[in-house]
């Protein structure tokens, strides 16, 4: 069992940043990957990034690439997404989520925390 959850977000302009986090505890987190997913009102959960436990592959949807930059420190059994260039479209509810290996989907894994609001004024 993993526990996550997160924290950081919160209301930015266009073209601001934001660090989201996600605390691990539990089984030990060094041993998942872990991704960002988001949620904006009347949309489906849909992928932002990943990283692999050992934090040799990082993956990153094309809408965020160049913007976003996902990271992970096992000694502190916390991961970070740092957000820059912000927009109003990435105004959502961002997750992070645990899983034995790395992937782009809701299904591939298995442990959540409860979200954070991202909120990007124009």
């Known amino acids: 069992q993993v526990q996550l959850v997160e924290s950081g977000g919160g209301l930015v302009q266009a073209g601001g940043s934001l660090r989201l986090s996600c605390a691990a505890s539990g089984r030990t987190f060094s041993s998942y990957a872990m991704g960002w997913f988001r949620q904006a009102p009347g949309k489906e959960r849909e992928f932002v990034a990943a990283i692999s436990c050992s934090v040799e592959n990082t993956y990153y949807a094309d809408s965020v690439k160049g913007r976003f930059t996902i990271s992970r420190d096992n000694a502190k059994n916390t991961g970070y997404l740092q957000m820059n260039s912000l927009k109003p479209e990435d105004k959502a509810v961002y997750y992070c989520?645990?899983?034995?290996?790395?992937?782009?989907?809701?299904?591939?894994?298995?442990?959540w925390g409860q979200g954070t609001q991202v909120t990007v004024s124009s």
């Open positions: 989520a645990a899983g034995h290996i790395v992937r782009s989907t809701v299904e591939g894994y298995r442990y």
